[in-house]
């Protein structure tokens, strides 16, 4: 184009959507910039400050311990319990990361309506700057995952490997369903309605506090739904499941991600993410006027 | 940096309230039975702009006139790329600063400082450019050791003084300004007026949506009268100027 040789950039509409993840990249410097802005902001007043993106999954793990490992004797008794809250640590951390991304994003197009309305900017930004304000605490979340298992005796094994890849995972797939959040948040008011339901859905169909695959050291009986083989199936389609599964193979049971499961989420990864990004993309230039 | 060229043709917006899924969902029934959407009451398409063929080139400072509700907004939202084209194709080369309203994007509980950065690389600047242009942005801005402070701590007139000084160092290539030099106090009026002669005399490209006559008369090179969407006259400021005038008065 006769702009970029002449060092322009071209503002033209409807660009294609490689165009637009280059603009994306482009504007780096601005998502970081919001990141870091996300991240202060959120933090700058609470007494704890910055302790709570530490914090926040050891807490809830300790509440979904209590209630479901202890009250409701899924835990297994005795020397089981640290392993069990091991277990739980994991998944919890990354279902904070899923669910807090989901839910600010349902909002972030509508919470910026002054902005959409007077500055022309790519609005992927904002999808984007949510999601990785998150991932930031997620990041240190694993690191205090991994003190806890050295702390109590799980050492790392070549498996620990697998966690880039993984973390990687769960990012595009979150991404992904962010973007398609974002953009119907933008056009529909009920969305964040219909998010926390889905959500409480996911979260309770989701293996967090309770185990689905036959490891060793766990009692037979404590293990759910292996009695039926379809129900496990369509259970096991779950990406978010295949995503737990696949963490705590890497960092509690030390062994190599079960393969078909590591499939299952990198298929619906980067296929939510495409979709969700290709959606998104239609609804640029008309959130400015709906919102 | 030379300024660039604005192509636009057929520019037509959609224009609704809020949609919630229920609606949605009665309006699918209501399309769907047999009388259904006969009166149009569930959409009503508004087009703000109807089929604007317009070409800016560098240098020129153009002006448009026209009633409230005419369209000059959003023609100038749809040049800055704020609202996407229904229709049409439209082209912009170059960096486009829009002046319309200022501080935008400003997060409170941070300070005026990290904000100009935010503000800044939203609106286009890298870091770099920022860090160069920092302390002229605070001189500007007059906020002194406020700029330290957090944004939620400013009075609205600092918080506009701010936004103001970011929004002129960012040096763009074309200029939108949409009513906004006729509001503010006297010194203010005073120093936005000087900027316009800064461009002017830089050859870059300006825009200016305004309802002073005055203004267009004696700053633009060329003027357009838009009419509920439609351009109406194009051309010289004073004769546009003379014939949107006459028709006010025809209209008392």
Redesign the interface.
């Known amino acids: 184009m ?2 970029r040789s ?9 660009p294609t959507l490689a165009e637009r993840l280059r603009e994306l990249y482009a504007r780096r ?2 998502i970081r ?2 990141t870091g ?1 996300y991240l ?2 959120g933090h ?2 609470k007494v704890l400050g910055h302790l709570w993106s530490l914090l926040d999954p050891l807490l809830f793990m300790l509440v979904y311990f209590l209630v479901f490992g202890v009250l409701f004797g899924l835990a297994g008794g005795g020397g089981r319990s640290l392993r069990f809250m091991l277990y739980i640590l994991i998944a919890v951390l990354t279902w904070r990361f899923f669910q807090g991304a989901i839910s600010q994003s349902a909002n972030c197009i509508r919470a ?1 309506r ?8 790519p609005k992927a930004i904002l999808p984007v700057t949510v999601v990785l304000s998150r991932l930031y605490d997620f990041a240190w979340g694993l690191v205090v995952v991994v003190a806890m298992l050295l702390a109590a005796g799980v050492w790392p094994t070549i498996h620990y490997l697998w966690l880039p890849l993984l973390v990687a995972l769960t990012l595009v797939f979150v991404q992904g369903a962010a973007f398609i959040v974002a953009y119907l948040g933008a ?4 969305t964040t309605n ?1 998010v926390d339901v889905a959500l409480r859905l996911l979260f309770y169909t989701s293996p967090i506090f309770y185990y689905v695959r036959h490891k060793p050291g766990v009692p037979e009986h404590q293990v759910f739904l292996t009695e039926h083989a379809t129900l496990h199936f369509w259970y096991m389609l779950n990406p978010i499941t295949c995503l737990y599964e696949c963490f705590r193979d890497a960092l509690l049971w030390g062994q190599a991600p079960e393969l078909r499961l590591l499939g299952c989420a990198a298929a619906f990864a980067l296929l939510i993410c495409l979709v969700g990004f290709a959606v998104f993309a239609s609804g ?3 959130f ?3 919102v | 940096m030379l300024a660039e060229n604005v192509w636009v043709g057929f520019l037509i917006r959609y224009h609704r309230t809020e949609i919630t899924l229920r609606e949605t969902f009665v309006r699918l029934l209501d399309r769907l039975a047999p009388n259904g959407d006969r009166d149009g009451r569930w959409s009503q398409k508004f087009w703000a702009l109807r089929g604007i063929s317009l070409t800016v080139r560098p240098g020129e400072v153009l002006g448009v006139v026209g009633r409230n509700g005419s369209g000059k907004t959003t023609l100038l939202k749809t040049l800055a790329g704020i609202l996407g084209p229904d229709r049409g194709r439209l082209e912009v080369r170059g960096r486009v600063g829009c002046l319309m309203s200022f501080g935008v994007g400003f997060n409170p509980n941070l300070s005026g400082r990290e904000n100009v950065f935010i503000n800044g690389s939203m609106l286009g600047l890298s870091r770099q450019q920022l860090a160069e242009r920092l302390d002229r942005i605070v001189e500007f801005s007059e906020l002194g050791d406020f700029i330290d402070a957090p944004v939620r701590t400013y009075s609205a007139g600092m918080r506009g003084r701010l936004g103001f000084s970011i929004a002129i160092h960012i040096d763009p290539d074309i200029l939108l300004l949409d009513e906004v030099l006729s509001v503010g106090d006297a010194a203010f009026r005073e120093k936005a007026g000087s900027i316009l002669d800064r461009f002017r005399a830089a050859h870059k490209t300006v825009v200016v949506a305004s309802h002073s006559m005055k203004l267009v008369e004696e700053q633009c090179t060329r003027a357009i009268w838009l009419d509920a969407g439609e351009i109406r006259m194009d051309g010289d400021p004073a004769a546009v100027i003379e014939a949107y005038a006459g028709k006010l008065r025809a209209a008392d």
Do not use: M, W
């Not at chain 1, 002054?114 to 900017?121: A, D, Q, R, T, V």
């Not at chain 1, 056009?187 to 009920?190: I, S």
């Open positions: 006769l702009s002449q060092g322009l950039p071209a503002v033209v509409c409807a410097e601005t910039f919001l802005s202060k902001a700058r007043d910026n002054g902005l959409i309305h007077e500055i022309s900017f056009f529909f008011a009920d219909v640029e230039g008309k400015a006027k709906y």
